[in-house]
């Protein structure tokens, strides 16, 4: 969260389109919170594309962070690692930026944007880890941003624009290239960031014919290239739908409070597993927000002139599997049909088997469904922009928490990224000891790309070179796991 609000006489101030803005200063560092991007999603305006925000008379106080979209928290399971932020009100359709104090002795500064992850369900720019002190004081300005969530930002529903939730990253993207100038930032040097679901919205705006309008650099952190079709995507709004006794339309969802249906979302979340069968909140293909499946544009050529930065971490299954028991439960049958049913050849098993033969079948399932969902579309976008204009770095988060058999989890690099071990969010993933030696190692790549320099390792080639982030702060392996990447089926 913020720091205290400084006082009066060090409370500084912009000027952006709408109205003038009072901002907080600490230790050289202006933050400038809870700024509207478009207007609340409410009433008349719920279930449509996101519009202009109102101006405003006077001056804005920007010191404290706006409302969260609405959510539920985390399942018991999950919540002790991943904490969850409720600011009450309509608002969300905000963002926040960082910015060095005397950023007018500097001239016009390179701009990174952060979009949270949560599943499309959950998460806010409120969270303590995203803070983005650490980025401003090596003279970037930093935004963050919220946008709307689970069925108010996803729901497939006839007469509503699909993918809402990255109609309102647009709008806040196109803010930032209007308006980042009032507070030090260059418009013409953009880089986005995002992680689990924030990287899956970015990749489907990477994959849009004018992404180029909207970013110059992309930074891809743990997130799904791909999205559904309409009909498999639609699943979950159908069956909110039917629990809560409504049609599946923008006047029947309309007519439920935001709070009921992210109730009615758990209810029918809670049926689902970590394997993935039921329904999910997911981008779905089809409209302007992701009009074709992202990596299948992305394969065929779009945004080959954007540099961009991408990666997961190792074992990203065991925040699915091992908070709630599931990685003990999987016994070798379970592992064969799950093999079956997704297609991944025996051989791509046995190849786990020999890396780590002493790993039960959960831990062997964990790794093949992180090849299918991430390394493996993470290997094919990668190669097929070797020979692209813009150049591609690939990495992998290898250092493993000593917390609750988490290993090198799904978001454990969060807390090195922005240079937060401190941060309750970090502590909850990665212990009070995890090393100071990655965080400066991994910080300085982001930044350094985000400057627009490389991030200290080789672009990808033909030799497929990855950057393993570990304890000892990082050391290039070529065409790792290979044996188990080539028979992934393409999907």
């Given at each position: 969260m913020a720091d205290a609000v400084s006082p009066d006489h060090e409370r500084p101030a912009a000027e952006v389109t709408t109205g003038r803005l009072r901002g907080a200063r600490t230790e050289g560092i202006d933050r400038f919170l809870g700024i509207p991007y478009a207007s609340p999603p409410t009433g008349e305006r719920r279930f449509r594309a996101p519009e202009p925000p109102a101006a405003w008379d006077g001056e804005r106080d920007a010191a404290a962070f706006a409302a969260t979209a609405p959510q539920a928290p985390y399942p018991a399971a999950l919540a002790k690692y991943l904490p969850t932020v409720d600011v009450p009100g309509d608002g969300f359709l905000s963002l926040n930026?960082?910015?060095?104090?005397?950023?007018?002795?500097?001239?016009?500064?390179?701009?990174?944007?952060?979009?949270?992850g949560g599943a499309l369900t959950r998460g806010s720019a409120a969270l303590a880890a995203y803070d983005g002190t650490t980025f401003a004081r090596h003279g970037i300005v930093f935004v963050s941003l919220q946008y709307r969530l689970g069925q108010e930002g996803f729901a497939v529903l006839d007469g509503v624009p699909q993918n809402l939730g990255v109609l309102d990253q647009q709008a806040a993207l196109r803010w930032v290239r209007r308006e980042i100038a009032a507070f030090g930032g260059d418009p013409a040097r953009v880089t986005v960031m995002g992680q689990s679901a924030g990287a899956n919205t970015l990749t489907a705006l990477l994959a849009l014919p004018h992404a180029a309008e909207l970013f110059d650099r992309a930074i891809l952190q743990s997130g799904p290239l791909s999205a559904q079709s309409r009909d498999k995507a639609g699943r979950m709004t159908r069956a909110v739908a039917k629990r809560a006794g409504v049609a599946a339309t923008r006047a029947g969802f309309a007519g439920v409070p935001a709070s009921d249906l992210v109730i009615a979302q758990s209810e029918v979340s809670a049926g689902s597993s970590p394997l993935g069968r039921g329904p999910a909140v997911a981008l779905s293909v089809g409209g302007e927000a992701v009009p074709v499946d992202p990596l299948a544009?992305?394969?065929?050529?779009?945004?080959?002139?954007?540099?961009?930065?991408?990666?997961?971490?190792?074992?990203?299954?065991?925040?699915?599997?091992?908070?709630?028991?599931?990685?003990?439960?999987?016994?070798?049958?379970?592992?064969?049909?799950?093999?079956?049913?997704?297609?991944?050849?025996?051989?791509?098993?046995?190849?786990?088997?020999?890396?780590?033969?002493?790993?039960?079948?959960?831990?062997?399932?964990?790794?093949?469904?992180?090849?299918?969902?991430?390394?493996?579309?993470?290997?094919?976008?990668?190669?097929?922009?070797?020979?692209?204009?813009?150049?591609?770095?690939?990495?992998?988060?290898?250092?493993?928490?000593?917390?609750?058999?988490?290993?090198?989890?799904?978001?454990?690099?969060?807390?090195?990224?922005?240079?937060?071990?401190?941060?309750?969010?970090?502590?909850?993933?990665?212990?009070?000891?995890?090393?100071?030696?990655?965080?400066?190692?991994?910080?300085?790549?982001?930044?350094a790309f985000a400057k627009g320099d490389e991030p200290g390792w080789e672009a990808w080639s033909s030799r497929r070179p990855v950057q393993a982030f570990d304890a000892d702060g990082g050391h290039i392996d070529y065409a790792p796991r290979q044996d188990e990447l080539s028979g992934l089926p393409e999907r």
């Open positions: 930026v960082w910015t060095p104090a005397d950023r007018a002795d500097r001239g016009p500064l390179p701009v990174l944007v952060w979009v949270h544009a992305l394969l065929a050529g779009s945004s080959r002139d954007i540099p961009v930065l991408i990666g997961s971490t190792s074992e990203e299954y065991r925040l699915w599997f091992v908070p709630g028991g599931t990685v003990d439960r999987i016994g070798g049958w379970t592992l064969t049909l799950a093999r079956l049913a997704s297609r991944v050849p025996k051989r791509v098993v046995d190849a786990h088997r020999r890396r780590r033969p002493d790993a039960s079948p959960g831990e062997i399932l964990g790794e093949v469904v992180t090849d299918v969902l991430l390394r493996g579309p993470i290997t094919r976008f990668a190669d097929s922009r070797v020979d692209g204009p813009a150049p591609t770095w690939v990495y992998e988060f290898r250092w493993r928490s000593p917390v609750d058999r988490l290993g090198a989890a799904h978001a454990m690099e969060l807390g090195f990224v922005f240079d937060r071990l401190d941060a309750p969010d970090s502590i909850a993933l990665g212990g009070p000891d995890a090393p100071q030696m990655l965080a400066d190692a991994m910080h300085g790549a982001w930044v």
